[in-house]
């Protein structure tokens, strides 16, 4: 807190009153002490003196026992006007004679000599004897009333004396303290005028040659040289001001060019369709292209400062992390396929360490490439090379059908024939021979057709599936093989089967199939049974392998047929693989291999489980929806199995 104002001339004047005062008290003081104690031991001799007479006098009347005596001696003292009482004791302290006293007797005789002042009084109790025998006491008080109205006048006087020399010393320190303030104020105001209008021309007048002429020599040549010194800082500040200027200018072009080659880096920067982002030690982020922004999902305010996982709370793949916090560790990373965990793209990541002037790594910058498409494109390509691949498999297998299966009924057609060429003069022979013509050429028509249906039989894309409700599909087919079903009194019972996208006509051929042969490998009474539940990878069937994440319709079928043995269950899916002569059981061996076929275009899985004489259960798993190939899940396959 700031002391309070107070002006010179005040404070001058303060000085000397205040020690004029001084002085005068402290000597008024003394004079007063003095005069108070003399007057006491003046006062006291006094008492002593007539206490000592007093005492001799009335000593023969203690002696005597002649109180008139005494009493004549103390009535004596009446006349001493500031004598207020004269009591005299025997010495077994009871009053022998006295008078004044009218508020009461003393207090007991002490025994000794005592003075006591006791307030306005002065009080003496001298010891009476006689030839060094104590005969009694004398009480003697006096009034000291006039002492102290004495003290008093003295008192009035010296107040009386202080105030006059008071205002003598106030009228002199006025005169005096001007010879002392006057410069000193003049000084303050020159002082203040170079403060306030900041002009170091002006000058303090000079008065005398003491102090306070020093001080204000003194001044006036500091004022001189703060003007030169300002002389001189103006020329720098108006030199400073145009450097500044030059400067100022020159910074101007260099953040002008700095920004617009920020900008034309931003704009770059923001024009790759390759993902940019740069990240601290810490993990935040410090540079978000838009392409980021976009396959983030995030706006570039949202992420800018912010960690990763901050940004990204529900991250559950910390592979990105992982391989920042090596790239920190300088070393220059290549991620050739990531599926980012924010988006449906696949990313080939680039991170690259980034070092400061120290030389220390700091930063990461991520590049991230967008090769959604052409992984895209690769899965096509992988696909298409297996279609490739599996249709090269066909024309083999057509290479093996056209050079045997198919050449059989031509060989026994033309071994027939010239049979039928030389026993033509034998009607019974001939007849014959032409009967196994026929029963040739119907085969091969059978071939010929199963062959063209099975190479007809292409992948139907799943754009081009719709929901198929396999109850109908069945109904359908039981309605179909009705005459069938009749002539072998089979007993078909089937469950609840789900609906499905797939290829409609496929679909039934798959069930027209599957129940043609239920009703055809038996020697009693069949018994087919349908049964649908849903899964998911892994299958029951050890041999059938399914995609992960994806729900199966597992289709069961069973019947109480034949059965075959275990080691030909690999067998029986390829074409014109047959178990059985023709001539035991009708068919081209073509049935089964469209099966695997038709369920494999539906990305689906097929496997049998057999035993001799105790019938077929064939297993058929249909994805619910449509699954997207991709390179790392291929599509499902099913490994058959007799079991």
Not at 252 to 276: G, M, V, Y
Not at 400 to 413: F, G
Request: charge should be neutral; charged fraction near 20%.
């Amino acid at each position: 807190m700031a002391a309070p104002y107070t002006p010179i001339q005040r404070k001058l004047m303060r000085v000397i009153m205040g020690t004029c005062g001084l002085m005068l008290v402290v000597t008024f003081a003394s004079l007063f002490v003095f005069e108070y104690v003399s007057y006491r031991n003046i006062a006291r001799r006094e008492l002593q003196e007539l206490a000592e007479v007093v005492a001799a006098n009335t000593a023969s009347s203690l002696a005597f026992d002649v109180p008139e005596d005494a009493a004549q001696v103390l009535g004596s003292l009446r006349k001493q006007k500031s004598l207020q009482a004269a009591w005299l004791y025997k010495a077994n302290g009871t009053l022998f004679a006295g008078h004044g006293l009218k508020d009461g007797l003393p207090a007991t005789d002490p025994g000794i000599r005592v003075f006591r002042f006791n307030g306005r009084y002065l009080e003496c109790f001298e010891p009476v004897s006689e030839n060094g025998r104590r005969l009694g006491t004398l009480y003697l008080r006096t009034d000291l009333s006039v002492m102290y109205n004495r003290l008093a006048l003295y008192a009035a006087f010296a107040l009386l004396t202080t105030g006059l020399a008071a205002l003598l010393a106030f009228l002199f320190s006025r005169r005096l303290q001007r010879s002392i303030s006057r410069p000193i104020l003049d000084l303050a105001t020159t002082a203040s005028t170079v403060s306030e209008q900041k002009n170091y021309a002006v000058r303090a007048t000079h008065q005398g040659n003491d102090e306070v002429g020093q001080l204000t020599h003194a001044f006036n040549g500091m004022l001189a040289q703060i003007e030169e010194q300002n002389a001189e800082i103006n020329q720098l500040n108006q030199n400073l001001e145009q450097k500044v200027d030059e400067r100022t200018g020159q910074l101007r072009q260099s953040n002008r060019t700095l920004q617009e080659q920020r900008d034309f880096i931003d704009k770059i920067i923001n024009a790759s369709i390759d993902l940019i982002a740069v990240f601290d030690n810490q993990l935040r982020y410090l540079v978000v292209n838009d392409t980021a922004c976009r396959n983030f999902g995030r706006a570039r305010s949202e992420m800018l400062g912010r960690s990763l996982r901050e940004v990204f709370p529900n991250l559950a793949d910390a592979r990105v992390e992982q391989l920042l916090q090596r790239a920190l560790l300088g070393e220059l990373i290549q991620d050739d396929s990531y599926q980012s965990q924010v988006s449906d793209r696949v990313l080939q990541n680039f991170y690259i360490p980034l070092a400061n002037d120290a030389g220390q790594v700091d930063r990461v910058l991520l590049i991230g490439h967008d090769i959604t498409e052409v992984m895209r494109s690769q899965r096509q390509l992988q696909a298409l090379n297996a279609d490739l691949e599996k249709s090269n498999r066909d024309l083999e297998q057509f290479a093996y059908i056209a050079s045997h299966d198919l050449q059989e009924p031509l060989r026994k057609i033309q071994t027939f024939a010239d049979l039928s060429f030389r026993n033509i003069q034998h009607p019974q022979i001939l007849e014959r021979y032409l009967g196994k013509i026929g029963s040739s050429a119907a085969r091969m028509s059978n071939l010929i057709r199963d062959v063209l249906n099975f190479s007809r039989l292409s992948r139907a894309g799943s754009d081009t599936w719709e929901p198929v409700d396999l109850n109908a599909i069945l109904d359908g087919i039981r309605n179909d093989l009705e005459l069938l079903i009749e002539e072998k009194a089979a007993v078909i019972t089937a469950g609840p089967l789900p609906v499905i996208m797939g290829n409609p006509l496929q679909l039934g051929q798959l069930f027209q199939n599957l129940l043609t042969n239920a009703l055809k490998f038996t020697e009693r009474q069949p018994r087919i049974s349908i049964t649908a539940t849903t899964i998911e990878a892994p299958a029951p069937n050890p041999a059938v392998h399914l995609r992960p994440g994806i729900a199966y319709a597992e289709l069961r079928f069973t019947d109480n047929g034949i059965g075959f043995e275990a080691e030909y269950a690999d067998k029986i899916f390829a074409v014109f693989q047959r178990l059985h002569t023709s001539s035991q059981y009708a068919g081209t061996g073509i049935g089964l291999a469209l099966c695997k076929k038709i369920v494999e275009n539906h990305d689906g899985a097929i496997a049998v489980e057999s035993l001799l004489g105790a019938g077929t259960s064939f297993l058929v798993y249909l994805p619910l929806s449509p699954v997207a190939a991709t390179p790392s899940a291929p599509p499902a396959q099913g490994k058959q199995n007799a079991g």
